[in-house]
């Protein structure tokens, strides 16, 4: 059974970082391309970043230069280091497979809140 488990969020002001983490277990992990994706309240689900099993990235234009993704195969953990946040960045985060994520992959998410 897949199980991805995000953690790393929290409340940060404007300009702040923080690192969130995605824990991948009943997958193997190395194999897998990943993708961290995030949803705001009223708006749909967003794609934020992707990384393939080859460790290749790709950005929204809306994270580019800010964010940086990465994985570590042998902790089976992504992470998302996220810089220079914005209010415009609050969310909830979560991470799944990509291309396309699995529907029984989607986990709690972690919130991240950025105050202005």
């Known amino acids: 059974q897949v199980q991805l488990v995000e953690s790393g969020g929290g409340l940060v002001q404007a300009g702040g970082s923080l690192r969130l983490s995605c824990a991948a277990s009943?997958?193997?992990?190395?194999?897998?391309?990943m993708g961290w994706f995030r949803q705001a309240p009223g708006k749909s689900r967003e794609w934020v970043a992707g990384?393939?099993?080859?460790?290749?990235?790709n950005y929204a234009d809306s994270v580019k230069g800010r964010f940086t993704i990465s994985r570590d195969n042998a902790k089976n953990t992504m992470y998302l280091q996220m810089n220079q946040l914005k209010p415009e960045d609050t969310a909830v985060y979560y991470c799944?497979?990509?291309?396309?994520?699995?529907?029984?992959?989607w986990g709690q998410g972690t919130q991240v809140t950025v105050s202005s």
């Open positions: 009943g997958v193997i992990f190395r194999i897998s391309d």
């Open positions: 799944n497979f990509q291309p396309p994520p699995r529907v029984d992959a």
């Open positions: 990384i393939t099993r080859a460790g290749g990235t």
